[in-house]
């Protein structure tokens, strides 16, 4: 039996029929970790003996009569930019390189009060900065359809991880896109929830006002349940949000008779490859019938976004960053004249080219006389983006656009060209401008087996809905995803 091929609610079921032991699953997704990773390197760390003791002392808590949690005995990988205490969290930095935290994120605590054994945590561009996962101090996660090409970004190793069957879920963390481009690339479902639905405490901050912590899955049932178990509110995380989440699993299978759906449709035929469009095509003609009425709206200023994005986020970070100075904790260079020599020499080899192009291009924004052109800008145009969405959500119930205009591109091919790069990012980071959450559907494959996929945007704290229409897009779509190359 393949134990990681298993659903959470085959898990569940198996577990509490007793036919088979948490310990079991878990020695089946590490015994896959170990076949793959030498070809996919998705992981920067492979936690196997915490996971192994943690899924015996689950079998015993069963034993003994204990309940069978939500996610008991299902093994789940971690983004390494989220803080898990005692497990090294490099957010894919040398400056970080050894960096073992003193406490565990509130999805982590919420994770393993649920059941779920952490196998390990997965590689990232340094401190979520990319599209690719090749910004990794640790070198590149490879994309499971094709070695030779990028598993998307920043989140990669996550998306590789549960795409390859290394783990039955995954979280990473969305400031730009990061959930839902490694979704898009790899084949797999990934959430960006709503800006304060899920806790960003011990999430390692890149750009504050833009992050959020989502999870990936195979399938929208397992989907929900994740998100179910991460959701809520945070006194540790201020602007985390008061109010209870929905049930996100009792919303599946509702009809979408009457869902309003809008395309922009003069904005998505621009720039985007024809097989991309096409998926989004057949994804209109699949809603239409399942009952849903597709209407063309505008979102006027969505052609501003990367530039306002490409402010926000560095100007943020170059904040954020400010506290590796090698005092605090990580990497401290070996040699220095002086504090400033110190702060300066460390700097300079702890952090990657992207990470110090972003500080630089922050602190530049940032600075005074600068403030108002820039930062101020930015933030009056993020403004308009999201009137934008309120005007067309007051028109349709959610909103239908690509995730990326490619499908996975090869390892290497916009690692010298940064606005190439950044431009991966022009359907994604409209929703983390706005706050409101988005969702990366799988959408079938290209001619030459890349996975396509589709994305959906609701209006704030629509999660429920979104999971519902992906739920009745994947019944529909179902197709045989081609073999993996490991
Ligand atoms: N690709 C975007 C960036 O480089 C988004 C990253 C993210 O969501 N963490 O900033």
């Known amino acids: ?42 992981f920067v760390t492979v936690a196997a003996e915490l996971a192994l003791t943690r899924a015996s002392s689950l079998d015993r808590d069963l034993a003994a009569g204990g309940p069978l949690r939500p996610l008991t005995g299902v093994p789940v990988a971690i983004k390494d930019n989220i803080c898990t205490q005692g497990i090294k969290t490099t957010c894919g930095s040398r400056i970080l390189q050894n960096y073992i935290p003193p406490y565990s994120a509130t999805v982590v605590e919420r994770l393993e009060s649920a059941g779920a054994v952490i196998v390990g945590k997965t590689n990232c561009d340094e401190f979520g900065m990319g599209s690719s996962t090749e910004n990794s101090a640790f070198g590149p996660s490879r994309n499971p359809f094709a070695l030779d090409r990028v598993p998307g970004g920043s989140s990669g190793g996550s998306a590789v ?102 395309v922009p449709f003069t904005l998505v035929e621009q720039g985007v490859e024809a097989e991309i469009l096409q998926a ?17 709206i505008a979102l006027p200023h969505s052609g501003s976004a990367i530039d306002t994005y490409y402010l926000i986020a560095p100007c943020e970070a170059s904040s954020n960053l400010a506290r590796y100075d090698g005092v605090k904790y990580g990497y401290r260079t070996r040699r220095f004249s002086d504090l400033t020599d110190m702060y300066r020499r460390t700097r300079a080899e702890g952090f990657g080219p992207e990470v110090k192009r972003r500080i630089m291009l922050g602190t530049f924004a940032l600075s005074s006389g600068y403030y108002d052109a820039y930062f101020l800008k930015a933030s009056k145009v993020r403004t308009l983006l999201i009137r934008d969405f309120q005007n067309a959500f007051s028109q349709v119930d959610s909103i239908l656009i690509p995730v990326a205009p490619t499908p996975a591109f090869k390892i290497g091919e916009k690692m010298s060209d940064p606005l190439a790069m950044y431009l991966t990012d022009i359907f994604t980071v409209p929703a983390n401008l706005s706050g409101i959450p988005a969702l990366s559907i799988p959408a079938g494959y290209s001619r030459n087996g890349l996975p396509l996929a589709v994305q959906l945007l609701g209006n704030h704290f629509q999660e429920r809905r979104l999971l519902n229409v992906a739920y009745h897009l994947r019944q529909a779509l179902a197709v045989n995803p081609p073999p993996l190359a490991v």
């Open 1 to 42: 039996m393949e134990y990681c091929r298993l659903s959470i609610a085959e898990i569940q079921d198996g577990v509490r029929q007793k036919q088979f032991s948490c310990r079991e699953v878990v020695e089946d997704h590490l015994k896959r970790i170990e076949i793959a990773e030498p070809k996919l390197q998705a």
């Open 161 to 262: 991880a549960v795409a390859a069957y290394e783990s039955v879920g995954a979280f990473g963390s969305d400031t730009g896109g990061s959930v839902r481009t490694p979704a898009a690339f790899c084949g797999v479902l990934g959430l960006k929830p709503t800006y304060g639905r899920v806790s960003r405490y011990g999430l390692v901050a890149f750009s504050s006002s833009l992050d959020t912590i989502g999870p990936f899955a195979r399938n929208v049932e397992d989907l929900a349940v994740l998100l179910q178990v991460i959701a809520g509110h945070d006194p540790l995380d201020m602007t985390s949000h008061r109010g209870t989440p929905d049930s996100y699993q009792s919303g599946i299978g509702a009809s979408l008779r009457g869902h309003r759906i809008g």
């Open 280 to 296: 989004l095509r057949r994804t209109t003609e699949i809603l239409k019938q399942l009952g849903c009425e597709i209407e063309e």
